[in-house]
């Protein structure tokens, strides 16, 4: 049944392409959609691959086709008459750029009241960008981090008041990934990868901050004396071409298999034995909640949201990204036992179900919208 009074709520993103942010706005609209609200999603730059696939779910999704200059004002001006055109009662912005944007927009639109979530730390900004930000944290109603280290950064940062932020960590749909609902031998036998090899997966996009290249100088290293080892890449980005070149280098191309963009990576989640994420920061990773939930053994470096997810030697490792032989060392120790993989196993999707549910995720956005509008 919907609230009451139902909301016009609208999202804006800088796009819809595969990555985690992405998958929570999905999520959300879908859900307040269920649950009998209008949710509208505003893409700034373009709709992209998920954009794509959610329009056939009936959410509105507009795209705005940003210029790429210091400030659109033209996007400005557009998203302001889409905000009155719709009546909405809600803007949620994703992410700093967005946020700047939203503000702008719904500036003396006083029946408008917004919120923002930021899904990691932002990279370093102009002086003109920090101002905007500094700004539009004046203007919030709730400032939503997915992690602590996130929201004490925006605090630091004086982007906006300690008193108006939360942390409300991501979820997902534990239904959705779960353990062993495909036969791995058909799902490996499908995608030409050993039937006997001691999988290794991983799941983003390939961008200097995911560090993809010490992902392939530690396996590099544990694989040199475990022929049976295979690590499977999935995602895209700007430095996939250097990553492929750098598995050339090491003669890993018989071990090594990158995907390029998947909209579904289930198949990819239930062949595997491990997830591995090598990142320099992360918020909450929708994509290692998807691994857990599927019952892989989580291998991931110690930084932001994981230390939340992750609880060492009880539900995954941590990778030390300065030792380069790190991952051999931890593969060695989950090597010891199929007691040991097994009760890791269960401890990930056990952790994931209790503490990173969908539901949870979005009942508590919910009643911030109601709070904003009572």
Not at 20 to 37: D, F, R, S, W, Y
Not at 56 to 67: D, H, P
Not at 202 to 223: G, W, Y
Request: include cysteine.
């Amino acid at each position: 049944m919907p609230r009451t009074p139902t909301l016009n709520i609208a999202h804006i993103v800088l796009s819809l392409e595969v990555g985690g942010l992405e998958k929570v706005v999905l999520t959300l609209a879908t859900e307040q959609q269920k649950q009998g609200h209008k949710a509208v999603i505003v893409c700034l730059d373009k709709i992209g691959t998920l954009g794509e696939s959610l329009s056939a779910k009936g959410i509105t999704i507009l795209c705005l086709k940003r210029k790429q200059s210091r400030l659109d004002i033209n996007t400005v001006s557009k998203l302001r008459k889409i905000l009155k055109e719709n009546k909405i009662d809600i803007i949620h912005t994703h992410n700093v750029e967005a946020n700047i944007y939203g503000m702008l927009s719904s500036i003396l639109l006083s029946n408008i009241k917004s919120i923002h979530t930021q899904h990691g730390i932002p990279d370093n900004f102009s002086f003109i960008k920090q101002v905007y930000m500094n700004i539009s944290g004046r203007m919030l109603g709730r400032f939503i981090s997915v992690s602590d280290s996130a929201a004490q950064h925006a605090v630091k940062n004086h982007w906006v008041n300690k008193k108006k932020t939360e942390v409300i960590i991501n979820g997902i749909d534990t239904d959705d990934f779960i353990t062993g609902g495909s036969d791995k031998n058909t799902l490996r036998d499908k995608y030409n990868i050993p039937r006997n090899a001691l999988i290794l997966v991983t799941v983003s996009r390939i961008e200097a901050v995911k560090d993809h290249a010490t992902m392939i100088e530690q396996f590099s290293i544990a694989a040199s004396n475990k022929q049976y080892l295979h690590l499977i890449i999935v995602g895209d980005g700007s430095l996939k071409n250097n990553i492929e070149k750098l598995v050339d280098q090491k003669s890993l191309r018989s071990f090594v298999t990158l995907t390029g963009m998947q909209t579904g990576v289930k198949d990819y989640l239930q062949l595997a034995d491990i997830f591995i994420m090598t990142s320099i920061s992360e918020g909450i990773s929708i994509s290692l909640l998807e691994a857990m939930s599927t019952g892989l053994i989580p291998l991931v470096t110690p930084v932001g949201g994981n230390t939340q997810i992750v609880a060492e030697h009880e539900s995954g490792y941590f990778i030390d990204i300065t030792a380069p032989d790190s991952l051999k060392k931890t593969i060695n120790t989950i090597e010891t036992s199929d007691t040991l993989r097994q009760e890791i196993s269960d401890n990930a999707r056990k952790k994931v179900i209790e503490n990173f549910s969908k539901d949870v995720m979005i009942e508590k956005y919910m009643q911030h919208y109601e709070a904003l509008l009572s």
